[in-house]
């Protein structure tokens, strides 16, 4: 796809801005980040720039400071104070909208409580939330007093919290009566009490009262938060951590079944946000910022939490569904809350792409200046189309690459530096101070135009300081399949102007609608249904969520496969991993194709899936496996024996796609 010359007056600065900016980073890369990391406030200034022992990065070793100093009371200490911070809106249609110094008192307050629960510097805490504003208060509290959070997707299973609050140690856990979701109550005290009876770290827990569903506390153990606020104190000391103290610890889905805890640091995550936040959506005093995502992930964290926040830019937050109570939600919220920049995903703009551009008649977008894509590769069409009917062919838009173990954007144009010519589907060049590349299997550079696995080959400010409780898996896992490199686990390939066009995962990991799902950890959530005996998982694709979830399954000798047999094992999948897990197909087979050493060829279950060709099969045990699955997989498409299944628990067959 060609490059596209773009009418954004307001981006034209002096041509070679960028690149003067990016060479000078990569030259004196430690005298760069220091100057960037300056316009930070530091309580006392680090001994060195970087340590790096390789494969683990310190970033301003004996420099201390706050994030929620920095966050809240810097600028709760300014004019800012009566700035707004957050506008939120509930998915019912309560609003809610903090000034910096509501926010600056409310993290006082929270930090207050937390303390007064016996939480410590270097305690964790888990937050199983939903987007309200007091997860990021009680993020933003956590860190005031030296805390590390742990934030666990909502719509993560009683499992799936359990193994998170058991692997991070946390001794508390924050969760609400419930949260709004298409217009029902997620249980989430009832999820959380059934976490609880497999996690002995926890000793206490804080409910805070969303949603009015009727719960049981258990005192002392469990407290509202209404109560404990009551005896809170207004102001507590913001504790000075060193720059590598944990900030947080975030899960995220690698090639084990095991989710990975990725720490991030204090300073080098912060320094790495504040300056990309401002780079790549040029953010300004009168922006009006809303990323969609959900605080779960990381880009909620970093991208509607600490970046905006950094900045004192106003962050808007929506509790619930973007279709719910109409199709039309995330355009009226933007016309409600004048949006200047909108950052979504992939999923999200194909989504409303099916929907047609009339929902956009009856509202007024004009105020959107930047847009902004994140978590999957986007596609030229919706690029496009997200530039014509959503930015008014008047915004850029900021295809961001990054992921959870970046901590921040790392591949993006940056029109806060200089908006250089865009290419659809492409997001870009690295962004200054980062040095990626495409590399072939052994290590070496990738002819342009051709694809190879996409390496980092320094460290950055922002990336995770290691795997929780787990060295060896940190090495293994990034430094062990390019030698000095840190492996991203994508495909990607540079073309001849040096931008990235990001493929896809290289490894064992899907993305469904953005969302980070190993396969490994379905697997073992599938095999533990007792009358399944094996089972595959593979992503097909899908052309709104990037990729669907297709699991290949061999059940117990004597069980035979049924409609009411996918639907127990769908269910199976959402009580063990959770609702973001549910896999799109269940195909039963005889038999899974296995090499000579028993592995599963999961290649041939993609192609086959997929409806490409499947290759070289000599290495399987026996080829008329093959055969068996391709036939299981056609009757499953026909309607046919078990095939009747398909989408059987979501409640209505899907059409086609294909
Ligand atoms: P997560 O850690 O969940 O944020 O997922 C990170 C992964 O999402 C990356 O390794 C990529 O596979 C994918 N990803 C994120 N942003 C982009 C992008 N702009 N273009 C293509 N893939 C992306």
Redesign the pocket.
Known sequence: MAELSLPFDRWHYPVKKFYDLYDSSIEEPEDFWAEQARQLDWFRTWDRVLEWEAPFARWFVGGTLNACHICVDRHAKTWRRSKVAIYWEGEPGDVRVLSYSTLYREVNRYASVLKNCGVGTGDKVALYLPMIPELPIFMLACARIGAIHTVVFSGFSARALADRINDVGARLLVTADGGFRRGKILPLKSIADEALTMCPSVEKAIVVKRADNSVTLNPPKESWLHDLLEEADPYVEPELVESNHPLYVLY??GTTGKPKG?VHSTGGYLVHNYVTYKWVFDIREESVYWCTADIG???GHSQIVYAPLAHGAATVIYEGAPDYPAIDRWWDIIEKYGVTIFYTS?TAIRTFMGHGEEMLKKHDLSTLELLG??????NPEAWLWFYRHIGGERCPIV????????GGIM??PTPGIECLPLKPGS?GLAVPGVEVDVVDEAGKPAPREQRGS?VIKRPWPGMLLGIHGDPERYKKAYWSQVPGYYY???Y?VKDGDGYFW????SDE?L?VA???IGTAELEDAAVSHPQVAEAAVVGKTDPVKGESIVIFARLQEGIRPSADQTKSLTSHIRSVVGAVAVPDEVCFVPRLPKTRSGKVLRRVLKAVANDDSIGDVTTLEDESSVQEVIQAYQELKEGKGPGAQKNYAKGKPKKEKR
């Open positions: 995220t889905s990725i992930w990381v880009t992939p894509s994140v978590g999957e590769s986007i295809d961001t690459w990054w992921q959870t173990e970046t591949i993006s997001a996409l991203t686990g994508d990607a990001v493929l896809g995962r990991v993305k953005g969302h980070r």
